[in-house]
C-alpha cells in the first residue's frame, strides 16, 4: 500500500473513530441543548499522532458527522470549522517534535479554541453572548477530560511500529 492510500485509511479511520467517540458517551446539557462527549480525546490523538491535517480532516468532519448524526444539524457547520481548526492547531504546535509537556500545552490550547469556537458559535444561533456563555463550562469539562484521556492514550500509541510508520515526518 502507498502512502497516499495509507494516509487516506488513516483520515478515514480516525473520522469514524471521532464520530463515534462523539456519539458513543453523550451527557446531556438541558441549559445548553448540547452535550458533554469525548470526540475531542480521538481529535487529539489523530492530531499528535499523525498531524495536523489528519487532525483537521478527523475533527472536523468527524464531529460534524456526529452532530448530523445525533440531530444536532444545526450545528454541524460551526462544528466541522472549530473541531477542523482545533485539529489543525494541535497538530501544528506539536510538528517539530512531540513532548509530554508540549502535548499539554498544545491540547490546552486546542481546548480553548474548542470552548471560544462554541462561545461564538453559539452566539450566532442563540443571537445572544449571555445565553452562550452557559455553554462553556461544559465545553471546559469536555476540553479538560479530553486533555487527560488523550496525552497518556496517544504517548502509548506513539511507540507502535505501525502508528510510528503513519507519523508525519517534518522537515526543519
Same mark, same amino acid.
Given at each position: 500500500? !502507498?502512502?497516499?492510500?495509507?494516509?487516506?485509511?488513516? !483520515?478515514?479511520?480516525?473520522?469514524?473513530?471521532?464520530?463515534? +467517540?462523539?456519539?458513543?458517551?453523550?451527557?446531556?446539557?438541558?441549559?445548553?441543548?448540547? @452535550?458533554?462527549?469525548?470526540?475531542?480525546?480521538?481529535?487529539?490523538?489523530?492530531?499528535?499522532?499523525? *498531524?495536523?491535517?489528519? *487532525?483537521?480532516?478527523?475533527?472536523?468532519?468527524?464531529?460534524?458527522? +456526529?452532530?448530523?448524526?445525533?440531530? @444536532?444539524?444545526?450545528?454541524?457547520?460551526?462544528?466541522?470549522?472549530?473541531?477542523?481548526? &482545533?485539529?489543525?492547531?494541535?497538530?501544528?504546535?506539536?510538528?517539530?517534535?512531540?513532548?509530554?509537556?508540549?502535548?499539554?500545552?498544545?491540547?490546552?490550547?486546542?481546548?480553548?479554541?474548542?470552548?471560544?469556537? @462554541?462561545?461564538? *458559535?453559539?452566539?450566532?444561533? &442563540?443571537?445572544?453572548?449571555?445565553?452562550?456563555?452557559?455553554?462553556?463550562?461544559? !465545553?471546559?469539562?469536555?476540553?479538560?477530560?479530553?486533555?487527560?484521556?488523550?496525552?497518556?492514550?496517544?504517548?502509548?500509541?506513539? !511507540?507502535?511500529?505501525?502508528?510510528?510508520?503513519? $507519523?508525519? $515526518?517534518?522537515?526543519?
Amino acid at each position: 500500500m !502507498n502512502n497516499k492510500t495509507k494516509r487516506i485509511v488513516i !483520515n478515514g479511520l480516525m473520522i469514524a473513530l471521532v464520530c463515534i +467517540a462523539t456519539m458513543a458517551i453523550q451527557i446531556p446539557i438541558p441549559a445548553t441543548h448540547g @452535550y458533554i462527549n469525548i470526540g475531542d480525546t480521538i481529535i487529539f490523538v489523530s492530531s499528535i499522532l499523525f *498531524g495536523p491535517v489528519s *487532525g483537521m480532516i478527523a475533527g472536523g468532519i468527524g464531529s460534524a458527522l +456526529a452532530d448530523i448524526l445525533s440531530g @444536532y444539524t444545526h450545528w454541524a457547520i460551526f462544528t466541522l470549522i472549530i473541531k477542523g481548526i &482545533e485539529g489543525y492547531l494541535v497538530g501544528m504546535l506539536l510538528s517539530k517534535n512531540t513532548t509530554f509537556i508540549k502535548s499539554i500545552i498544545a491540547t490546552f490550547i486546542g481546548a480553548i479554541i474548542m470552548v471560544f469556537g @462554541y462561545f461564538i *458559535g453559539g452566539a450566532i444561533l &442563540e443571537g445572544s453572548f449571555a445565553a452562550s456563555a452557559t455553554s462553556i463550562p461544559s !465545553n471546559s469539562i469536555q476540553g479538560f477530560v479530553s486533555i487527560i484521556l488523550s496525552i497518556p492514550l496517544a504517548h502509548s500509541l506513539s !511507540n507502535i511500529k505501525s502508528v510510528k510508520s503513519f $507519523k508525519v $515526518k517534518h522537515k526543519n
